[in-house]
């Protein structure tokens, strides 16, 4: 499986930016596809998931602001982010739990006026 993440860029505080992840096959039967996110100096933290089932899970910190659904017909998971904040910063990493763990690479997102 690979996996194709986009959308990243610089947006100021406030706005909104949308990440999509493209997998190369079928994500129906996948157990869970998410983001991780990893600031500068900070652990690699997870931004949120969903289930095959449509189940979603966010991070304390990202609740109320970011949605993240999935189109299977297209194979892509995405990240809405509004009201993004200076410490949304970091680049953000799509996965995809199969199983087995699979990794897109990184799109950087800036939060900065």
């Known amino acids: 499986v690979q996996l194709q993440a986009s959308g990243g860029g610089l947006v100021q505080p406030g706005g909104s930016v949308r990440l999509s992840c493209a997998a190369s096959?079928?994500?129906?039967?996948?157990?869970?596809m998410g983001w991780f996110r990893q600031a500068p100096g900070k652990q690699r933290e997870l931004v949120a998931r969903i289930t095959s089932g449509g189940r979603t899970q966010y991070a304390d910190s990202v609740k109320g602001r970011f949605t993240i659904s999935r189109d299977n017909a297209k194979n892509t998971v995405f990240l809405q982010m509004n009201s993004l904040k200076p410490e949304d910063t970091a680049v953000y990493y799509c996965y995809a739990d199969v199983p087995p763990l699979y990794w897109g690479q990184g799109t950087l997102v800036t939060v900065s006026s």
């Open positions: 096959g079928s994500i129906f039967s996948f157990n869970s």
